[in-house]
């Protein structure tokens, strides 16, 4: 029988998935699978709100390689949307190459911290939300609604921990020597 940490940890890895499925729609269908790439985005945010609550629930606590790379698979998803936006032909390969030889820099600079990973994210969100309310209207909006919805839930916990923690990541960063790890 699944425990709550399970389920938690196949939502992550359903995320880790969505890298070769944007993939696979970037070449089998192009700009015409927008809609389909859109959605799956909302699929990737929805998993992702849910998995550590989830997770939190479980009868039984342990850790997981999944569950301890969530950021890295939030990061792969991003990757899927930025590849997906060059396959059809939104985003040119040269800009999706500098974009991705930067942060390659960035992280081997100053390692994978949450903050730049998180950053590193909202562009490609960002583009493709904008793609969308421009080609796939309907989709775009859902996506937008979906962020609202996802502040308005998470309210009480969003002003008080994920933006301060944000901003404190970056703070550190600066901080810190350039290629250490604490």
């Known amino acids: 029988m699944l425990v709550a940490k399970?389920?938690?940890?196949?939502?992550?890895l359903s995320r880790l998935m969505l890298l070769l499925v944007y993939i696979w729609v970037g070449?089998?269908?192009?700009?015409?699978?927008?809609?389909?790439?859109?959605?799956?985005?909302v699929y990737s945010w929805t998993t992702?709100?849910?998995?550590?609550?989830?997770?939190?629930?479980?009868?039984?606590?342990?850790?997981?390689?999944?569950?301890?790379h969530d950021l890295e698979v939030d990061m792969a998803?991003?990757?899927?949307?930025?590849?997906?936006?060059?396959?059809?032909?939104?985003?040119?390969l040269p800009l999706g190459a500098v974009y991705a030889l930067l942060w390659v820099f960035i992280f081997w600079r100053w390692g994978l911290q949450r903050?730049?990973?998180?950053?590193?994210?909202?562009?490609?969100?960002?583009?493709?939300?904008w793609i969308c309310l421009q080609d796939a209207f309907?989709?775009?909006?859902?996506?937008?609604?979906?962020?609202?919805?996802?502040?308005?839930?998470?309210?009480p916990r969003f002003p008080r921990e994920v933006v301060p923690g944000f901003l404190s990541g970056f703070r550190g960063l600066i901080r810190r020597k350039p290629g250490s790890k604490g």
């Open 6 to 12: 399970q389920v938690a940890d196949l939502f992550t």
């Open 27 to 41: 070449l089998a269908l192009g700009a015409d699978g927008l809609p389909l790439a859109g959605l799956l985005l």
């Open 48 to 68: 992702d709100i849910l998995d550590g609550p989830i997770a939190r629930r479980s009868s039984r606590y342990y850790h997981s390689w999944i569950g301890d």
């Open 77 to 92: 998803v991003a990757t899927g949307v930025m590849v997906y936006l060059m396959l059809s032909g939104y985003m040119s």
């Open 115 to 129: 903050s730049p990973g998180m950053l590193y994210q909202a562009p490609l969100y960002g583009a493709l939300i």
């Open 138 to 155: 309907y989709t775009g909006v859902l996506q937008v609604f979906w962020i609202l919805a996802a502040v308005v839930v998470t309210w």
